[in-house]
């Protein structure tokens, strides 16, 4: 007569933790921070006090245009090892910053999140708004892209990156654009409900 089964063998693998992607530009990759103070490790780290084991991956370049996000795509993908559960698009900031036409700008983002689509890959679309000096037809252009994309290819959509921060200089590094830790810290407190929103529906 066989023995019983081994109580290991009759418990099926747990399922891998869920891995998020931060894809986006300077305000992603934590510039001006050490690393365990930038938006992937606060991220994680809010994520796994909440229950959530997850981990989030950096795959934030600063500079990067949204066309060079676009370029860039495809290889960061490959270089996860697996397809991520989430991927969050944070991208426009340097087009806007340069002065890019919008439309370019919705062209590029069209199609990270085409790609994203057709990897079937869940997405947290971030938006950006315009600086004030640029005038408010350019404004108008440029924020409204972000809702349009995202009903578009009916992802959820978080409306502004920097909300809570934006207009508090004391929650910006000297150079006045990039969040300090303190920053950092409510864009991902205010950040989370989506994050884990999307993950739970991905």
Do not use: C
Request: hydrophobic share 45%; glycine share 10%.
């Amino acid at each position: 007569m066989l023995g019983a089964i081994p109580a290991a063998a009759q418990t099926p693998a747990s399922k891998q933790a869920p891995l998020v992607w931060a894809f986006g530009d300077s305000l992603t990759a934590g510039y001006g921070l050490p690393p365990a103070q930038g938006f992937p490790v606060q991220l994680q780290a809010t994520l796994r006090r909440s229950g959530v084991a997850a981990t989030v991956r950096n795959g934030g370049i600063a500079g990067d245009t949204s066309a060079q996000g676009r370029a860039r795509l495809a290889w960061g993908l490959r270089g996860l090892g697996r397809k991520p559960d989430l991927v969050i698009v944070e991208l426009g900031a340097n087009d806007m910053l340069r002065g890019m036409p919008p439309s370019a700008t919705e062209k590029n983002l069209d199609l990270i999140l085409r790609e994203l689509k057709r990897r079937d890959i869940p997405v947290l679309f971030v938006g950006m708004r315009a600086a004030p000096n640029l005038g408010a037809t350019y404004r108008r252009a440029f924020e409204t892209l972000y809702p349009r994309l995202a009903q578009r290819h009916r992802v959820p959509l978080y409306p502004f990156f920097l909300e809570g921060v934006a207009g508090n200089q004391a929650l910006f590094q000297a150079d006045g654009r990039h969040p300090n830790a303190r920053g950092v810290e409510i864009i991902v407190k205010r950040i989370l409900p989506a994050a884990r929103n999307a993950l739970r529906k991905g």
